[in-house]
């Protein structure tokens, strides 16, 4: 899926017009880039409609999830890619004791997806401000004060 579809679903869920999603996406990667981040850290500063747009991008491949989670019965902390897996400390599956647990999604971008978003969020600023005819010529201009 294309980011601009993936937007437009976020937009068709939370019917928010496409430049708050936009900011919201570019809000993301200038606040955090590469670097981990979880729903609390989207929800202090961004907003809800980060964290759906989180969820997208991640089932869209463009954004790494991983769990960390607490046990509150041994007093270890660890991380895993899966809920359906057992905790290393209680042995217990953690979707299914979730409330011996405390569970929280930490989210990355990988260099390479972060590029492409900032590829995307560069090219719909474009399109803010130049007319679709006049941003070839815009183009061959860059190209041409680069030789």
Known sequence: MSLEILITTVETETKEPKEVILDCLTRIVEKFGTNPFDDDDILDTISTIG??????????????IVFKYACNINRGEEETNNLSNNCMFCNQTLHEKIDDHEINRVYNFTRKNYEIIISYLA????????????????????????L
């Open 51 to 64: 964290i759906l747009l989180c969820e997208k991008l991640h089932s869209k491949n463009y954004l790494n």
């Open 123 to 146: 090219s719909e600023n474009e399109k803010k401000y130049f007319m679709n005819e006049l941003i070839k010529n815009f183009e061959n201009l860059g190209k041409e004060k680069m």
